[in-house]
Nanobody
């Protein structure tokens, strides 16, 4: 499956952005999808994940209550709604897919990756 992330940009602290992960190539509904991010000088980290059907969602503690992951299988798209953004959310955000029913939280478990989209939050 091919993945393409979009929707990043520059936003002030407290603002919002919505990222999209558009998939193509295989049956998208067979894949759990996760968002990861890598900030400057940091390791890549898990942000949020969603199961095939959308019924199971996981979030990193650092984004709980601020970010919401969702998916529309008819549109082959996963979204990440990011509210109350903080400067520490600045990173390149990648979406990744895993041929499993529930989302994984380790980058090593993911089967497919898309190019990232830059999110910059100014203070």
């Amino acid at each position: 499956v091919q993945l393409q992330a979009s929707g990043g940009g520059l936003v002030q602290a407290g603002g919002s952005l919505r990222l999209s992960c558009q998939a193509s190539g295989r049956t998208f509904s067979n894949y759990a999808v996760a968002w990861f991010r890598q900030g400057p000088g940091k390791e890549r980290e898990f942000v949020a994940g969603i199961s095939r059907s959308g019924g199971i969602k996981y979030y990193a503690d650092s984004v709980k209550g601020r970010f919401t992951i969702s998916r529309d299988n008819a549109k082959n798209t996963v979204y990440l709604q990011m509210n109350s953004l903080k400067p520490e959310d600045t990173a390149v955000y990648h979406c990744a897919a895993d041929y499993s029913s529930v989302p994984r939280q380790s980058e090593h478990d993911m089967d497919y990756w898309g190019k990232g989209t830059q999110v910059t939050v100014s203070s």
